[in-house]
């Protein structure tokens, strides 16, 4: 039971918890912005403990989608899915289960956050299928992580205004960043078999277009702090968080795995800088 417990630990990648950290960040930027400040405890929970189930359910759904192709892929060989220790009727069994409470929590907010939460869970589900024929799957996953920012101004305001959206965009671009270093660890093997990836996409202007969506992102966040007046400890987490792409550029430039691999999940980071700068900027 408990070795069987451990594997499910490892389909669900709590045992990694970086993929929650960089689905959090953008989640907490929204409720700060929707607040204007410490969202409520009930929203500010239930967005916590959505996001844990939500991104736990998505790797689930994600390497059963993938369980034919990971076996190819020196990173993901020994998954728990792909080296048979775990069923495909475990991993979709578990994803529902965990896509069930989620759901659950999503009862307790308003009728337009419940709308959202179909389209989350839409999003979430379909993600997997997008890296098949979609040239930048990375784009779509932006969206999809993402998508707790108009959840949060939905839950806080009951209304989706521009800057939700806005913060959705620059959140697009970031996520387009980071996991287009996540993907030129596997660029080798995705080429192999087939897979899409920005990386691919991008190729010989791959750490360019990373820099770009960097300076988008960064771009994007200021414009948005100046539109609403926040004050300096923002722009100084902005600042903070450039400084951190320019040393994610050094990590990659040389397209090492091992370099690239360790830009992506220093992007931890870069998220907590824009959040600490946000929090900061709003207390009155």
Same mark, same amino acid.
Not at 103 to 111: D, F, R
Not at 129 to 147: D, E, H, N, V
Not at 237 to 264: D, P, T, V
């Given at each position: 039971?408990?070795k069987?417990?451990?594997?499910?630990?490892?389909?669900?990648?709590l045992?990694?918890?970086?993929?929650?950290?960089?689905?959090?960040?953008?989640?907490?930027?929204?409720?700060?912005?929707?607040a204007?400040?410490?969202?409520?405890?009930?929203?500010?929970s239930?967005?916590?403990?959505?996001?844990?189930?939500?991104?736990?359910?998505?790797?689930?759904? #994600?390497?059963?989608?993938?369980?034919?192709?990971?076996?190819?892929?020196e990173?993901?060989?020994?998954?728990?899915?792909?080296?048979?220790?775990?069923?495909?009727?475990?991993?979709?069994?578990?994803?529902?289960?965990?896509?069930?409470?989620?759901?659950m929590?999503?009862?307790?907010?308003?009728?337009?956050?419940?709308?959202?939460a179909?389209v989350a869970?839409?999003?979430a589900?379909?993600?997997?299928?997008f890296?098949?024929?979609?040239?930048?799957?990375?784009?779509y996953?932006?969206?999809?992580?993402?998508?707790?920012?108009?959840?949060?101004?939905a839950?806080?305001?009951?209304?989706?205004?521009?800057?939700?959206?806005?913060?959705?965009?620059? #959140?697009?671009f970031?996520?387009?960043a980071?996991?287009t270093?996540?993907?030129?660890?596997?660029?080798?093997?995705?080429?192999?078999?087939?897979?899409?990836?920005?990386?691919?996409?991008?190729?010989s202007?791959?750490?360019?277009?990373?820099? =770009?969506?960097y300076?988008?992102?960064?771009?994007?966040?200021?414009?948005?702090?100046?539109?609403?007046?926040?004050?300096?400890?923002?722009?100084?987490?902005?600042?903070?968080?450039?400084?951190?792409?320019?040393?994610?550029?050094?990590?990659?430039?040389?397209?090492?795995?091992?370099?690239?691999?360790?830009?992506?999940?220093?992007?931890?980071?870069?998220? =907590?800088?824009?959040?600490?700068?946000?929090?900061?900027?709003?207390?009155?």
């Amino acid at each position: 039971m408990l070795k069987k417990l451990q594997l499910y630990i490892q389909l669900t990648r709590l045992n990694k918890p970086i993929g929650i950290l960089l689905l959090l960040w953008p989640t907490l930027w929204g409720l700060w912005f929707a607040a204007q400040g410490m969202p409520p405890l009930k929203e500010l929970s239930v967005f916590i403990l959505g996001t844990v189930l939500m991104r736990s359910a998505g790797c689930a759904m #994600n390497d059963y989608a993938d369980r034919d192709f990971d076996k190819h892929v020196e990173r993901t060989a020994a998954r728990p899915l792909t080296s048979g220790h775990i069923s495909g009727k475990e991993a979709i069994g578990v994803a529902l289960v965990l896509t069930f409470f989620a759901g659950m929590l999503a009862l307790t907010l308003n009728a337009v956050s419940i709308k959202l939460a179909f389209v989350a869970a839409f999003l979430a589900g379909s993600y997997p299928l997008f890296k098949r024929f979609f040239a930048i799957p990375q784009a779509y996953l932006g969206i999809a992580f993402g998508f707790g920012i108009p959840m949060a101004f939905a839950a806080i305001r009951g209304e989706l205004p521009a800057l939700a959206w806005w913060l959705l965009l620059a #959140n697009v671009f970031w996520t387009i960043a980071y996991d287009t270093e996540y993907a030129m660890v596997d660029k080798i093997d995705d080429l192999k078999i087939g897979i899409k990836t920005s990386a691919i996409t991008f190729g010989s202007y791959d750490v360019l277009a990373v820099v =770009c969506c960097y300076a988008a992102f960064i771009g994007l966040m200021a414009w948005v702090g100046v539109s609403q007046g926040l004050s300096l400890p923002y722009f100084v987490g902005l600042i903070i968080a450039s400084i951190i792409a320019i040393y994610h550029y050094g990590l990659i430039k040389n397209r090492e795995r091992g370099a690239c691999f360790k830009a992506f999940l220093h992007n931890n980071w870069l998220g =907590c800088a824009v959040f600490s700068g946000t929090v900061l900027a709003f207390i009155k």
